[in-house]
Nanobody, 120 residues
Framework: QVQLVESGGGLVQAGGSLRLSCTAS????????MGWYRQAPGEQRELVAA????????????VLGRSVLGRFTISRDNAKNTVFLQMSSLKPEDTAVYYC?????????WGKGTLVTVSS
């Protein structure tokens, strides 16, 4: 069993910042890529950013038509099996449920999601 626990969501004004965290636990001896996805109301879940154990990073340059490049930063603490998403210059269109994802042994695992609401 693999568990992913997210934290750090909440309500923030436009222009503000939030930091999301996700810690993996359980049978994670083959923990590989970790990442963040988001799903806005009525829309599909989309990749925000992903990071490998070695630090290789991929950002979606257009997430649901709203670029996060230069505003969001993904990082990882391998010793703590934790991935972070630092979000700055938040916009109302960043409002979504943010889900943590981890690949373990070739399988995808998901957290329950954390709601980020950006008010205008």
């Amino acid at each position: 069993q693999v568990q992913l626990v997210e934290s750090g969501g909440g309500l923030v004004q436009a222009g503000g910042s939030l930091r999301l965290s996700c810690t993996a636990s359980g049978s994670i001896f083959s923990l590989d890529v970790m990442g963040w996805y988001r799903q806005a109301p009525g829309e599909q879940r989309e990749l925000v950013a992903a990071i490998s154990p070695g630090g290789g990073i991929k950002y979606a340059d257009s997430v649901l038509g709203r670029s996060v490049l230069g505003r969001f930063t993904i990082s990882r603490d391998n010793a703590k099996n934790t991935v972070f998403l630092q979000m700055s210059s938040l916009k109302p269109e960043d409002t979504a449920v943010y889900y943590c994802n981890a690949v373990v042994g070739g399988r995808d695992y998901w957290g329950k999601g954390t709601l980020v609401t950006v008010s205008s």
